[in-house]
């Protein structure tokens, strides 16, 4: 269903109202009698002169005063609120109670700023909200700020809360995993008792994603139905907390994760939350997504000169040579890769100091010579004569006790004086927080980009963080390093990408371990998992499009048997897998045969046919897998609707089972397409090679598997 394209903010003077329009959403609140934030009303899109207002709400009983009771915008921990607070503070007298009023506002086209206020202390709060024209998807964040003379301890501090109206059949949906299986799709009821999804662990991590949807029982499914879903724009420690209030209404708070947080604010400073994204969709799971997509694609990734470019096809060396990499043995498979039609080489770990394991190195980023004694020119020279772009494996964040960096600079990791360091595969974490550390991370990979024609960076992050203490600080100031470290992690990047415009960046952390919308806004892709398994990753790659694009979302082929679980599949099978995203190859091409490069230079050249309509186009999931039923079938739809691409893929068949058409969505009903398969094999027998898209979405087409690990490609031409 097509979006209105315009976006628009709206105050009602008389009732007190705000409203926001974009696409076909409506999101409204007010300001009650007694001065508070009240949610009114958030779904599809009302007409311009529809009567908005929320009910006047009162105390439930003595138990339940009004500030317990409204479902507020951005609730203070005071007056008698015992739900989620948005945010919690202490002063130095020890007054912790907190009751923000409405005190001013400021629209702009669409957007909105609410000023809040405490009833007597100086301390305001600035909520922003925007909507975007073509997703209506809404964002906010709020700004704490300290205008009196003393001192004031935020202890907990949310970018937002949003509320649901009463229903007793929500379901919430979100997504858990841990190292090599993430994004594993949950879903449960939605009643009393709260649901957290959160990182302690200084980074997104991967226990947990911020993401979650809400939907209807036998209301909503994957085409049809509301959803409300939303995504947080931060890359550390992050808590999103999902209730049902005393009055039946879902609350959705999220931001910063209270535990063993802390963040003085001094006399006239400010606290500035991430953003928390947040969409309504009334045509299923499937078009949540697609919004969420289109939202990333045009509004939160960098873009080249004003265009979403897109990722190349991508060779990197880790798994062919792990830390035994060379230039002479570098520039054997930078030949076999260009042979392939890849256009991006790859070097992983092991081309600086000492880094012959994962043991030592770590931190000392300069070229090790005596695996590149002319340093790195004549490998990336090479890389370049053969029409590829050079690429490069960092891990910044990170140090070995065993390195020159630590030996000079002990002092520079995160830590608690006289307590043990703890490490995590022999390395411990650089504080980031310290401008110090900063800035001689920015110069180091300044000057690495500037000395070399490096196109690429793979910027890792293999563990998370314990003992997070800053000893320089008193000890009032050192649990701002949850906020600071992230905010100077995002500072290097952004640094980085100013100085050096044309260099894209991956975030890596140990896969998919670093994944939201604050890192997706100063990276160019996204590392899904290291498990390139070709099975589990279908179980993995529908849950990451759940929230976020496939046009960031990196899949490898790798070898068989894989070395996660020893499955064994078919060179084509893994490559029908991992071209449902950015593709890369990260096999030791020195074992293949010729029969291998064959099936090989063939998927990849017909991956660079299809690769702006996988990456950029809409995604349809048609059959998504589950574990233990992996049997996969998913549809990308150009975006001018002149190219489709269908993947349908199994772990397995049985009993002789007949199988259905695959009836596809998406394309132009009126247009006429022509049908081909990836591997040049025939359709089967009775199947057009031409119809229209109603026939393809009416009548759908034969695709059937037999056997284990089978998968078919097929494109889809619009010929008039």
């Not at 003085?264 to 499937?286: D, K």
């Not at 952004?494 to 991956?506: F, G, K, N, S, T």
Request: aromatic share 10%; proline share 5%.
């Amino acid at each position: 269903m097509a979006s209105p394209a315009h976006a628009e903010s709206d105050y009602d003077a008389g009732r007190r109202l705000f409203r926001l329009d974009g696409g076909n959403v409506t999101y409204a609140f007010k300001v009650t009698a007694e001065g508070l934030l009240q949610s009114v009303y958030w779904g599809a899109r009302l007409g311009e002169r529809d009567a908005i207002d929320g009910p006047v709400i009162t105390g439930h009983s003595g138990f339940d005063v009004t500030a317990n009771v409204v479902p507020q915008e951005y609730a203070g921990q005071g007056g008698g609120l015992f739900a989620e607070p948005a945010l919690k503070v202490a002063w130095p007298d020890g007054n912790r109670d907190l009751v923000l009023h409405y005190a001013a506002h400021r629209l702009g086209r669409d957007s909105i700023e609410i000023d809040l206020r405490d009833i007597q202390r100086p301390l305001t709060v600035t909520l922003r909200y925007t909507i975007d024209r073509d997703t209506g998807i809404v964002g906010r964040s709020a700004v704490i700020a300290n205008g009196g003379q003393t001192d004031v301890r935020v202890d907990q501090a949310a970018a937002a809360g949003y509320t649901l109206p009463v229903n007793p059949a929500y379901r919430l949906h979100y997504t858990t995993g841990r190292w090599a299986a993430e994004w594993q799709r949950q879903d449960r009821p939605l009643t009393a008792g709260a649901t957290l999804l959160e990182s302690r662990r200084g980074s997104t991590g991967s226990e947990h994603n911020p993401w979650f949807a809400v939907t209807v029982d036998e209301r909503t499914t994957e085409e049809a139905g509301p959803v409300w879903f939303g995504a947080l724009a931060w890359s550390g420690s992050f808590r999103i907390s999902v209730n049902t209030d005393v009055a039946g209404r879902a609350r959705i708070v999220g931001g910063y994760n209270p535990f063993d947080f802390a963040y003085r604010l001094a006399p006239g400073e400010r606290l500035e939350t991430p953003v928390f994204y947040a969409g309504y969709s009334g045509e299923g799971m499937g078009d949540a997504s697609r919004r969420m997509h289109r939202f990333q694609r045009a509004e939160i990734l960098p873009r080249e000169d004003g265009r979403l470019p897109l990722r190349p096809v991508l060779y990197n060396s880790w798994e062919a040579t792990e830390f035994d990499v060379d230039e002479a043995g570098q520039m054997r498979l930078a030949e076999q890769a260009a042979r392939l039609g890849v256009e991006r080489f790859v070097m992983d770990d092991g081309w600086f100091g000492a880094r012959n394991s994962d043991r030592a190195g770590l931190g000392d980023w300069q070229v090790n010579p005596e695996k590149f004694p002319n340093g790195l020119k004549p490998l990336i020279d090479k890389v370049k004569s053969l029409d590829m772009e050079f690429g490069l494996w960092v891990e910044p964040e990170m140090v070995n006790p065993d390195s020159d960096l630590y030996r000079q600079h002990p002092d520079w990791v995160i830590n608690f004086e006289g307590r043990p360091r703890t490490e995590g595969r022999n390395q411990l974490v650089l504080n980031l927080a310290r401008t110090d550390v900063r800035d001689h991370l920015l110069g180091v990979l300044d000057r690495l980009l500037a000395e070399n024609d490096i196109a690429f960076l793979k910027w890792d992050y293999n563990r998370n963080w314990s003992e997070p203490g800053w000893p320089q600080l008193a000890p009032a100031d050192q649990q701002r390093i949850y906020v600071q470290y992230v905010r100077n992690l995002y500072y290097i990047l952004d640094e980085l990408r100013r100085r050096h415009p044309r260099v894209e960046i991956e975030s890596c952390s140990g896969g998919g371990g670093r994944v939201d919308m604050g890192i997706m806004a100063r990276t160019d892709q996204l590392w899904t998992s290291d498990n390139t398994d070709p099975v589990d990753r279908l179980l993995i790659q529908d849950g990451f499009t759940q929230a976020y694009a496939p046009a960031v979302m990196m899949a490898w082929v790798t070898d068989s048997p894989h070395w996660v679980n020893g499955r064994e599949s078919s060179l084509a099978f893994r490559f029908l897998s991992a071209m449902q995203g950015g593709l890369g190859i990260g096999t030791d091409l020195g074992d293949w045969s010729e029969e291998d490069f064959t099936v090989a230079r063939n998927y990849v050249a017909i991956y660079k046919r299809i690769r702006a309509t996988v990456q950029q186009g809409e995604l349809y999931r048609l059959h998504r897998p589950t574990k233990g039923n992996v049997h996969s079938a998913t549809f990308y739809v150009g975006e001018d609707q002149a190219q489709a691409v269908l993947f349908v893929l199994t772990q397995g068949t049985h009993l002789g089972d007949p199988q259905g058409p695959v009836v596809v969505r998406g394309l132009d009903a009126e247009a006429r397409y022509r049908v081909e398969r990836m591997d040049g094999e025939p359709l089967v027998p009775g199947t057009p090679a031409e119809a229209s898209g109603a026939f393809w979405m009416g009548r759908g087409i034969d695709v059937p598997l037999r056997g284990d690990f089978q998968g078919a490609g097929l494109i889809f031409t619009r010929v008039r």
